[in-house]
């Protein structure tokens, strides 16, 4: 019922921008939890940011200052504003949905993110 489909990943120069979205759908997505995770080549999976359905935002410490979540509820979806994007930036960026009630997490297929001169 739930699907999440990410865009926007691409190539960018240290010190560039990029935006991504994660187009939400289903009928849970004003109730639901949502976050950004990123994974590069021999790492573990990180948290980025998260956005609850109230609106609280939280963020990693690494990106902090740079990154900024929001969420558009008209249009079921989430955004992550990667700004002064540096090299230990590269990954696959997954967004996350996990309904506030039930707990449950769904995942997104993740889109690239290459920064390099």
């Known amino acids: 019922q739930v699907q999440l489909v990410e865009s926007g990943g691409g190539l960018v120069r240290p010190g560039g921008s990029l935006t991504l979205s994660c187009q939400v759908s289903?009928?849970?997505?004003?109730?639901?939890?949502m976050a950004w995770h990123r994974q590069a080549p021999g790492k573990q999976r990180e948290l980025v940011a998260s956005v609850s359905y109230g609106g609280i935002t939280n963020y990693a410490d690494s990106v902090k200052g740079r990154f900024t979540i929001s969420r558009d509820n008209a249009k079921n979806t989430v955004y992550l504003e990667m700004n002064s994007l540096k090299p230990e930036d590269t990954a696959v960026y997954y967004c996350r949905l996990q309904h506030d009630i039930t707990r449950v997490n769904y995942w997104g297929q993740g889109t690239q993110v290459t920064v390099s001169s």
């Open positions: 289903g009928s849970i997505f004003s109730i639901s939890n």
